[in-house]
């Protein structure tokens, strides 16, 4: 069985930085304030989940998805 990760990139509330969100992730959320901060956001994601699939999802701050990356896992057990 093959799981994949969703992440999501959204804007703060507070229009500052966004926040990466996941069940994958220890804490649940990561907050990213950088001027770079989705796209900051969206390395990270696809650098942890190198050993399994993810679909990454960033949002803009009316809620639309503005862009979607798929990314498959490099690593695989034999």
């Given at each position: ?68 990356h798929e990314h498959a896992g490099d690593f695989r057990e034999p």
């Amino acid at each position: 069985m093959i799981s994949v990760h969703v992440y999501e990139v959204r804007p703060r509330k507070n229009h500052r930085g966004v926040d990466l969100i996941s069940d994958a992730l220890p804490f649940g959320r990561l907050w990213y304030a950088e001027p770079n901060a989705a796209s900051n956001a969206v390395g990270y994601t696809m650098h942890r989940s190198r050993s399994h699939d993810a679909v990454i999802r960033v949002y803009d701050a009316a809620g639309n998805v503005i862009e979607t990356h798929e990314h498959a896992g490099d690593f695989r057990e034999p």
